[in-house]
């Protein structure tokens, strides 16, 4: 059984940074792009930024220059670094992993619990 879980979240001020994680655990085969969402109260969830198992990245425009998405494919883990905090960045963050787990031949999208990220003076 794949498993997701993130850490990281809290409350911060704006101007501030923090870094989320996600790690998959369980029998995995393989793990090919990770994803990191947002979702803000009463809007739709948004991909935020996502990251290939080649390294390549791709952002959402609101966060560009001031998010970046990394991962360490030794670990089964993505991360999140978030600088210059916002207001509007408040929103549950939650990660997602295509991932082949060893009962499969094929992968399938498996998703984090979510963490909260709050930002406010």
């Known amino acids: 059984q794949v498993q997701l879980v993130e850490s990281g979240g809290g409350l911060v001020q704006p101007g501030e940074s923090l870094r989320l994680s996600c790690a998959a655990s369980?029998?995995?085969?393989?793990?090919?792009?990770m994803y990191w969402y947002r979702q803000a109260p009463g809007k739709q969830r948004e991909l935020v930024l996502s990251?290939?198992?080649?390294?390549?990245?791709n952002y959402a425009d609101s966060v560009k220059g001031r998010f970046t998405i990394s991962r360490d494919s030794a670990k089964n883990t993505v991360y999140l670094q978030m600088s210059n905090l916002q207001p509007d960045d408040t929103a549950v963050y939650l990660c997602r992993m295509d991932i082949r787990p060893m009962s499969s031949f094929y992968a399938s999208s498996y998703w984090g619990q979510g963490t909260q990220v709050t930002v406010s003076s």
């Open positions: 369980g029998s995995i085969v393989s793990i090919n792009h």
């Open positions: 990251i290939t198992n080649g390294g390549t990245t």
